[in-house]
């Protein structure tokens, strides 16, 4: 079974960084593409960025420059390390491997004040 927890999400001023942690169980996250994805209420999960098997990146072109995603295969965990923090950055943030289109986790809630 899959579990996946993300965690390091909080409140921070616009302008600020906070890093997001995403471990997991039951699936080895080197072996699988990941992407961290974010929701607001009322609109639909989008992708922010992804990391692939052979650590080639992507990104939204809204956080270009701002966010970056790695992996830390020896510790089974994907970060998302996320500077120059906009409010329009709050939302609730997920991890999820590619691979595995039904494992999502709790998420973890990151709000930015202006």
């Known amino acids: 079974q899959v579990q996946l927890v993300e965690s390091g999400g909080g409140l921070v001023q616009a302008g600020g960084s906070l890093r997001l942690s995403c471990g997991a169980s039951g699936i080895i996250l080197s072996l699988t593409a990941m992407g961290w994805y974010r929701q607001v209420p009322g609109k639909q999960r989008e992708l922010v960025a992804g990391i692939a098997r052979d650590s080639n990146t992507n990104y939204a072109d809204s956080v270009k420059g701002r966010f970056s995603i790695s992996r830390d295969n020896a510790k089974n965990t994907v970060y998302l390390q996320m500077n120059t923090l906009k409010p329009e950055d709050t939302a609730v943030y997920y991890c999820?491997?590619?691979?595995?289109?039904?494992?999502w986790g709790q998420g973890t809630q990151v709000t930015v004040s202006s």
């Open positions: 999820h491997p590619i691979t595995y289109p039904a494992a």
